[in-house]
């Protein structure tokens, strides 16, 4: 019996890494590749597999440490002292050569168990075919190929999108963690994949390269933006902010959960392994762990306080609220019928919609700003817009009005506090725009809208626009907004209902101008009028707080001037 220490694997990086988990005790007996501790990095969660197998003598870290490439992590004794050294110095140099008798086969014939041995984490790379597969999506599972981007004999780029997949909330580009061609492609449009499954073969050559399991660099959102902010770090819960689509089980009441300190859920992957294979959201469980992390335990507790709960009423929705389903009839009996499959963002958004318009106490407020003065000025920046190659339409004007207005009336820029008994008052202003795709309603978010210029906000409502069409927007684009404008002027109507995107706590809903007679000075006048209407939550608001902030964003559309006080 040999003791060995191991230590941390080759990060690819000089940075100190949190040590968040640690999955083994003294005494343990591991198998080549268990993990023994759980690492995050400013990029995600990653597990440290053990390169031998033996007992746990001793271990040398604990939960909080900061470590780096090369710190000691544990001792374990071995079944043999010919176990291989892994990539990144992983055993113990300090120990004293065996004596010749006793010295293993030569290199040669202990590099195959080398290569083998190698940790997850390692990042060094011989050349050859490699395998490339899907990174860890940060909890999400059974994703949707819905584009291929290469074929075999294509080279690639280290970052080049390899394919493209549909999660929960938007699609995202999966890219290559390293150069080289193609030689096999082993997924098809229409699969479902997971963390772990094969995207391709890759013939690379020599060089030091990210895995290709991508553990250490996850995806989380497009090629442009690699949302492993923090991947996710889990099935994406608490995406109430971000758009209409909202996780498949957030109907489902949960007990407040300790937030995490990125507002994310907080688990390390063997939790989020457990979740899956148990079937439970980790948005709904609250963490007890440090900083609200959810270990191991905080799961089984979850299951086990649900299994103890009386089953839910026969016929009831799954948002719990008791009210029975409405009925499947047979129409075909009356003619000739089609069943047409509603797209993930679709069925996503239906279930949002429904939750909120449960959840919310709506109250919807109508109102018209004449404009007139604001389409004259729109109409002589024409040119000015050519020549930048903005298309300066009204919205950027109702975005910049609309971000105005929520500073002047803070009361509209909170969301209420899961225990009722707090509003959290957000001292940051992102506006979102709802944009209607083929495939679903979604809704990106202008950041900081009220530190913008109304050309900055034209042009990053068309670049968000474009990118919400071709289905690439990132997690990023869709998270963080405090209000949110849905526009129906250029199709028609003269007013509508929007609903409240919870955990926001109004929608301002834009319907179409019209040239209407308005009394002035005496006469009527010709004047363009944009009829607009306020939804929102009057747990947080009050009706007499809606009507002042229709009155003074209409005062803002009719002058824009005003704007700039």
């Known amino acids: 019996m040999a ?48 390169t031998v197998a033996g007992v746990v003598k001793e271990v040398l870290i604990k939960v909080g440490a900061q470590v780096k490439t090369g710190t000691p992590l544990l001792v374990i004794e071995s079944a043999s002292s010919s176990a291989v050294a892994p990539v990144g110095a992983m055993a113990d140099k300090s120990a004293e050569p065996a004596p010749k008798a006793a010295q293993p086969a030569p290199a040669k014939a202990a590099e195959p168990a080398a290569s083998t041995a190698a940790p997850a984490g390692a ?56 150069a080289g061609k193609v030689t096999a492609i082993k997924i098809k449009l229409g699969d479902k994949v997971s963390q772990g499954a094969v995207i391709l073969d890759l013939e690379v050559a020599g060089g030091a390269v990210a895995t290709p399991t991508a553990k250490v660099s996850p995806v989380a959102a497009s090629a442009s933006a690699a949302v492993a902010a923090p991947a996710d770090k889990a099935a994406e819960p608490k995406l109430a902010t971000a758009s209409a689509a909202a996780p498949a089980g957030a109907m489902v009441d949960k007990p407040a959960a300790v937030a995490a300190p990125t507002g994310d859920v907080y688990a390390g992957p063997a939790v989020r392994q457990l979740a899956r294979q148990l079937g439970v959201d980790l948005s709904k469980v609250p963490g007890t762990g440090g900083k609200g992390r959810i270990v191991k335990e905080d799961v089984e507790a979850w299951v086990k306080a649900r299994l103890s709960q009386p089953a839910a009423a026969a016929g009831a929705v799954t948002s719990g609220s008791g009210i029975p389903a409405i009925d499947d009839i047979d129409f075909s009996k009356f003619g000739a019928i089609e069943e047409v499959e509603m797209t993930k963002l679709h069925r996503l958004t239906a279930i949002n919609m429904a939750k909120n318009w449960l959840n919310v106490p709506h109250v919807t407020q109508f109102d018209e700003a004449d404009i007139t003065d604001l389409e004259s000025f729109r109409s002589e920046q024409k040119a000015l817009a050519d020549k930048k190659g903005i298309k300066l339409t009204p919205l950027p004007f109702i975005v910049k009005a609309a971000a105005k207005a929520l500073a002047e009336h803070p009361q509209f820029n909170v969301s209420l506090h899961s225990s009722m008994t707090k509003l959290i008052r957000k001292k940051y202003v992102n506006i979102g725009v709802a944009v209607a795709t083929p495939a ?58 929007p609903i409240v995107n919870a955990p926001e706590v109004a929608i301002l809903g834009v319907s179409k101008a019209s040239i209407k007679p308005v009394w002035q000075d005496n006469a009527f006048v010709p004047r363009t009028m944009l009829p607009f209407s306020l939804s929102y939550d009057h747990r947080a608001v009050n009706g007499v707080d809606g009507g002042m902030f229709c009155t003074y964003l209409a005062a803002l559309l009719s002058d824009i001037r005003l704007m700039m006080l």
Not at 149 to 168: A, N, P, S
Not at 471 to 486: H, N, P, Q, V, Y
Request: hydrophobic content about 40%; charged content about 30%.
């Open 3 to 50: 003791a060995e220490k191991l230590n941390v694997p080759d990060l690819g990086t000089d940075d100190s890494v949190e040590v968040i988990e640690v999955l083994v005790k003294p005494g343990d007996t591991l198998k080549l590749n268990d993990s023994v501790v759980v690492l995050e990095s400013d990029k995600a969660a990653m597990e440290i597999p053990a």
């Open 440 to 497: 679903g309603l979604m809704v990106p978010v202008i950041k900081n809208a009220d530190q913008k210029t109304i050309w900055q906000i034209a042009k990053e409502i068309a670049d968000l626009g474009a990118k919400a069409k071709d289905r690439k927007l990132t997690r990023e684009d869709m998270e963080g907004a405090c209000f949110t404008i849905s526009s129906l002027g250029n199709i028609g109507g003269s007013g509508f209902t």
């Open 123 to 178: 990042m060094a790379d011989k050349g050859g075919i490699e395998t490339i597969s899907i990174p860890d999506l940060g909890g999400v599972t059974d994703a949707e190929v819905i584009d291929v981007l290469v074929k075999v004999g294509d080279t690639v780029k280290k970052e080049q999108g390899l394919i493209t997949l549909e999660t929960d909330k938007a699609a995202m580009e999966v890219p290559s963690p390293k």
